[in-house]
């Protein structure tokens, strides 16, 4: 695939003429953070030197999502059926996401995506959307990406990979769909085969920049239930407080809960976010509640991230290192130190501690 080279002049142009045919979404910032947000009257991408705090699911797996309309009054026609709500069909561009999060992209895919059933709000935002990356020259000391197999030029489910090179800003195109919003913002006039190297080249120099790691080369050869039943468990969950952010910031956690919101006779059935931190997540409506207590919620997260997913998929752990959990979790409980425990784990020692 092609690279071009945009001079700083023609960014803003060239953007200006994307939002004649997409709804463009880029980081803004707000207050002392960066999110994905839409970009209207001419709002250009403000691209932070590190990772945004949110990252950019909220875009195409909204946090709260309406599924069907229906009414509850019997004068209606149609009253207590559900009608599939408008759906919105312009073709969108996010301009500006860090690859270890289009990486996540990729990674939610294996789960909404599947070989006999597909989700289709995510498939039908997935198609019409057009994935502009932003290479990350400066991971954050925090950020351990490489080892989790993702990294900062990755292009995996980008539609378009740029990099900062010179002053200037390379593209390239990764798929047809991102050669036709190249074309379409005019950046199509400087293609040269040379800059391919130059990106080679930048992405050898910003990998080697990322320090932090994680281990994970042992763990799909453990026995699940030895995992499951490690004694670190409850060390590893002592101080969690169960808040929840962990999961809202990760780009790679997908649950959701779907509830009814009726005002009058009128009513949505919604999908909203939720996550296995909660003490509700998994309560049946027996009153019974499988994950009742602390540690074995903080044990479902881990063992999802880095057991099930990695036996399910054989395609990696459920993680791109994008070290938002290790950087906002309140009390420090660090993703990197607990797949350590899980890939070192020692069954000797554990028969001891029994
Ligand atoms: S962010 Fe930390 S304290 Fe909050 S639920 Fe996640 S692990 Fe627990
Ligand atoms: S588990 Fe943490 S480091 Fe991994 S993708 Fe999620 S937020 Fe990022």
Same mark, same amino acid.
């Given at each position: 695939?092609?690279?071009?080279?945009?001079?700083?002049?023609?960014?803003?142009?060239?953007?200006?003429?994307?939002?004649?045919?997409?709804?463009?979404?880029?980081?803004?910032?707000?207050?002392?953070?960066?999110?994905?947000?839409?970009?209207?009257?001419?709002?250009?991408?403000?691209?932070?030197?590190?990772?945004?705090?949110?990252?950019?699911?909220?875009?195409?797996?909204?946090?709260?999502?309406?599924?069907?309309? *229906?009414?509850?009054?019997?004068?209606?026609?149609?009253?207590?059926?559900?009608?599939?709500?408008?759906?919105?069909?312009?073709?969108?561009?996010?301009?500006?996401?860090?690859?270890? $999060?289009?990486?996540?992209?990729?990674?939610?895919?294996?789960?909404?995506?599947?070989?006999?059933?597909?989700?289709?709000?995510?498939?039908?935002?997935?198609?019409?959307?057009?994935?502009?990356?932003?290479? #990350?020259?400066?991971? #954050?000391?925090?950020?351990?990406?490489?080892?989790?197999?993702?990294?900062?030029?990755?292009?995996?489910?980008?539609?378009?990979?740029?990099?900062?090179?010179?002053?200037?800003?390379?593209?390239?195109?990764?798929?047809?769909?991102?050669?036709?919003?190249?074309?379409?913002?005019?950046?199509?006039?400087?293609?040269?085969?040379?800059?391919?190297?130059?990106?080679?080249?930048?992405?050898?120099?910003?990998?080697?920049?990322?320090?932090?790691?994680?281990?994970?080369?042992?763990?799909?050869?453990?026995?699940?239930?030895?995992?499951?039943?490690?004694?670190?468990?409850?060390?590893?969950?002592?101080?969690?407080?169960?808040?929840?952010?962990?999961?809202?910031?990760?780009?790679?956690?997908?649950?959701?809960?779907?509830?009814?919101?009726?005002?009058?006779?009128?009513?949505?059935?919604?999908?909203?976010?939720?996550?296995?931190?909660?003490?509700?997540?998994?309560?049946?409506?027996?009153?019974?509640?499988?994950?009742?207590?602390?540690?074995?919620?903080?044990?479902?997260?881990?063992?999802?991230?880095?057991? *099930?997913?990695?036996?399910?998929?054989?395609?990696?752990?459920?993680?791109?290192? #994008?070290?938002?959990?290790?950087?906002?979790?309140?009390?420090?409980? $660090?993703?990197?130190?607990?797949?350590?425990?899980?890939?070192?784990?020692?069954?000797?020692?554990?028969? #001891?501690?029994?």
């Amino acid at each position: 695939m092609k690279v071009f080279k945009i001079e700083k002049a023609e960014w803003e142009n060239g953007i200006n003429r994307l939002a004649d045919s997409y709804a463009l979404f880029g980081p803004v910032r707000e207050q002392d953070f960066h999110l994905f947000k839409p970009l209207k009257n001419g709002r250009l991408p403000d691209i932070p030197p590190q990772n945004t705090r949110m990252s950019v699911k909220d875009v195409l797996y909204p946090q709260t999502q309406p599924m069907f309309d *229906y009414s509850l009054d019997e004068n209606d026609a149609d009253h207590h059926q559900l009608k599939d709500v408008p759906w919105d069909e312009t073709p969108k561009a996010v301009i500006g996401m860090r690859p270890c $999060d289009a990486d996540a992209v990729a990674l939610v895919g294996r789960n909404f995506v599947a070989k006999d059933i597909q989700d289709p709000y995510w498939v039908r935002t997935l198609e019409a959307t057009t994935l502009v990356g932003y290479a #990350c020259d400066n991971p #954050c000391p925090v950020c351990f990406c490489t080892s989790a197999g993702s990294g900062p030029y990755n292009e995996a489910a980008l539609d378009v990979l740029l990099a900062d090179s010179d002053g200037a800003i390379l593209a390239k195109a990764v798929t047809e769909k991102g050669e036709r919003l190249i074309a379409a913002a005019g950046w199509d006039t400087g293609a040269d085969d040379s800059l391919a190297e130059t990106i080679a080249a930048q992405k050898e120099t910003a990998e080697a920049k990322v320090t932090a790691q994680v281990s994970t080369d042992k763990l799909a050869g453990h026995d699940t239930m030895a995992l499951y039943n490690a004694s670190f468990w409850e060390d590893v969950s002592f101080s969690c407080i169960n808040c929840g952010t962990c999961t809202f910031l990760c780009p790679t956690c997908w649950c959701f809960d779907i509830q009814d919101e009726t005002h009058g006779t009128k009513g949505q059935r919604m999908r909203n976010w939720d996550s296995c931190m909660f003490p509700i997540f998994t309560i049946h409506g027996t009153g019974h509640n499988p994950r009742g207590l602390k540690v074995q919620r903080v044990r479902q997260r881990f063992m999802h991230k880095l057991k *099930y997913y990695v036996d399910k998929y054989e395609s990696g752990i459920q993680c791109v290192g #994008c070290g938002r959990c290790v950087t906002y979790c309140p009390v420090n409980i $660090d993703i990197r130190r607990v797949a350590g425990l899980m890939n070192e784990l020692d069954l000797d020692a554990e028969a #001891c501690a029994i």
